[in-house]
């Protein structure tokens, strides 16, 4: 079998029991990584943040963009291009719009974001590894806005979703910390 196969198993697998999880369980699960993020030094020291508009049933991390919004930080939303391109513009919450896929998006003419070495940058998957390697939907969007990222990277997962190893390609990249309900793990 092949990695594309082995990872395709992987997210059929994961995603349904992602969806199985209980309402009240995801959302003191979300609570805690938030809260987590909230605390650790390195969060509390980033003056922009890379973040993304979470989709029924991935970590809610609303609560979390809220709280920085109110400490004064910049946040940013990815836009999806071209190309399997992402792109991050300055907007808050109640500014995004409903993409074709269903996911909120900024609208391409709010303020570009020049991600900085001093940036942030909240990854989302349905799967990371102990190593940080993760496992998304398969379009490779992150991978490719990762490979010349050069800030610090965050994948946020409930703890059932932090397996010892996940099968990698040549292009994929581990995250430098990971936080899930337990609390923050740095990676590198």
Do not use: W
Not at 51 to 68: G, R, T, W
Not at 86 to 109: K, M, R, V, W
Not at 114 to 135: T, Y
Request: with cysteine.
């Amino acid at each position: 079998m092949d990695i594309r196969e082995t990872k395709n198993e992987l997210r059929r697998e994961y995603l349904g029991k992602r969806r199985a999880i209980p309402a009240e369980e995801r959302a003191k699960a979300d609570r805690e990584i938030c809260r987590a993020l909230l605390e650790c030094e390195l969060f509390q020291k980033t003056q922009t943040l890379l973040v993304y508009a979470p989709k029924e049933p991935e970590v809610d991390i609303f609560p979390l963009i809220d709280s920085a919004l109110s400490m004064g930080k910049r946040v940013a939303f990815p836009r999806c291009g071209r190309g399997y391109s992402l792109s991050f513009h300055y907007a808050a919450p109640n500014e995004l719009i409903s993409d074709h896929f269903g996911i909120l998006e900024p609208t391409e003419d709010m303020p570009l974001c020049q991600a900085s070495s001093d940036s942030l940058c909240l990854v989302p998957a349905l799967l990371f590894d102990q190593d940080g390697f993760r496992l998304g939907y398969g379009k490779g969007y992150y991978d490719r806005f990762l490979a010349s990222y050069h800030g610090k990277t965050v994948g946020i997962a409930r703890e059932g979703f932090i397996l010892s190893k996940l099968p990698r390609g040549p292009f994929d990249l581990a995250v430098d910390m990971l936080v899930s309900e337990t609390g923050v793990r740095f990676l590198s």
